[in-house]
């Protein structure tokens, strides 16, 4: 497996994480397929809107009944809390707009998601193993929405 790295304005690397968080109470909420859609909808209209910023990519998401494996790659610069505030906070507002009585009912704190996080960063040796473990998550695979499939040839070969 080979991973090329990105050039940025001033630097040349690549930032790579497995990332797992859950809902808030661990609500088991995604057995809605229409939630489970919305979330993943959301998560890639974060990366459109923040990625040239940030560098960010989701290069693979899971969804499990109440929490979120995903393969990010991001920016020199830009933190990792900032790249989950950003997956966090737009895919809880987007839940909230779309399934109200989810708020009222299960996370009447105002809060869709734990404020924590796991991570664990990866190199090219793992990268494989962690995109085939997050892409198995959740049983039946929904695909990324979005005009284009993340490609992830420039980090394989």
């Not at 229409?34 to 890639?44: A, G, I, N």
Request: charged share 25%.
């Amino acid at each position: 497996m080979k991973i090329e790295k990105v050039s940025y304005s001033s630097s040349l690397g690549i930032q790579i994480a497995a990332i797992n968080f859950a809902t808030k109470y661990r609500h088991k909420v995604f057995g809605d397929a229409k939630l489970k859609m919305r979330v993943m909808q959301s998560f890639k209209e974060t990366e459109i809107a923040h990625g040239k910023r940030t560098g960010m990519k989701l290069l693979e998401v899971g969804i499990d009944i109440d929490h979120v494996h995903l393969v990010a790659q991001w920016g020199p610069g830009i933190p990792l809390s900032e790249i989950m505030r950003l997956i966090k906070g737009r895919s809880a507002r987007d839940v909230f707009k779309n399934f109200p009585k989810l708020k009222e009912e299960k996370f009447w704190g105002g809060h869709f998601w734990s404020p924590s996080y796991h991570f664990l960063t990866t190199g090219p040796s793992d990268l494989k193993h962690h995109l085939e473990y997050v892409k198995t998550q959740g049983g039946r695979k929904l695909p990324m929405p979005g005009p284009s499939q993340t490609k992830l040839d420039a980090y394989m070969a």
